[in-house]
């Protein structure tokens, strides 16, 4: 089952235009994380931020975290056709014997010249 | 640094065939995991251990099963696959569990089931 959903489902900006990703999560949770998956590869971590925290910022990258609203946002600022890929929020659960992380759908962004 | 890999990168079966996914890690994380990924969802987790000789299911476990007999290798086996098992495979591992720190994945296994 999906915990996490992101919105929008697609987003297609320019170069040097910031772009926005949003999250919603439906139970309580201790973490949240972004993951970065470039067509046809792996997913990379770029950022966890937790229950306690409401802002975390990477390089270009600023989350933000409403544990009351149930919701993360993943700011990239000044986009490069680089960042061109599908992005994915994951919210932790816990299965019985650990940690594990629930997937939402992911946006998939496109960055034009 | 080889990190996650994963092989095959690419495999085709017949339809009740077995076969097994290999999945290393050299970053002696504990922690390790099958996920499946089809179109339009995200990742959904078939199998995954928290340690050597320590397996438990995930959300999706039927036709799949796993074993960790090494900190470095958790395979996956296809018992008899079925066109449903069509999907893309990753395998991650992490330091801790992956709801509470970074998970590393691997580069993914495509498979089609005929």
């Known amino acids: 089952s999906q915990q996490g959903e992101e919105d929008p489902q697609a987003l297609s900006i320019q170069e040097g235009e910031n772009a926005t990703m949003n999250c919603s999560y439906k139970t309580s949770i201790n973490n949240l994380q972004w993951y970065r998956q470039n067509s046809g590869r792996g997913l990379v971590h770029l950022i966890l931020i937790r229950s306690n925290e409401r802002e975390k910022h990477s390089g270009r990258l600023r989350v933000t975290l409403d544990t009351s609203k149930k919701s993360s946002s993943l700011l990239i600022t000044a986009s490069r056709a680089a960042d061109t890929a599908s992005y994915f929020c994951?919210?932790?659960?816990?299965?019985?014997?650990?940690?594990?992380?629930?997937f939402g759908t992911g946006t998939r962004l496109q960055v034009t010249l | 640094n080889a990190g996650v890999t994963q092989t095959p990168k690419f495999q085709v079966l017949k339809t009740g065939q077995s076969m097994t996914l290999q999945c290393a890690q050299d970053m002696n994380h504990e922690y390790m995991s099958w996920y499946r990924q089809d179109p339009g969802m995200g990742l959904r987790l078939i199998h995954y251990s928290v340690g050597a000789g320590i397996t438990d299911q995930g959300e999706v476990p039927n036709g799949y099963n796993v074993s960790r007999s090494t900190t470095e290798d958790f395979p996956l086996r296809l018992l008899s696959a079925a066109p449903s098992q069509t999907s893309v495979y990753f395998c991650?591992?992490?330091?801790?569990?992956?709801?509470?720190?970074?998970?590393?994945f691997g580069q993914g296994t495509r498979l089609t089931v005929v």
């Open positions: 994951a919210t932790d659960g816990y299965t019985g014997t650990a940690s594990k992380l629930t």
């Open positions: 991650a591992s992490s330091y801790g569990p992956d709801g509470d720190t970074e998970a590393f």
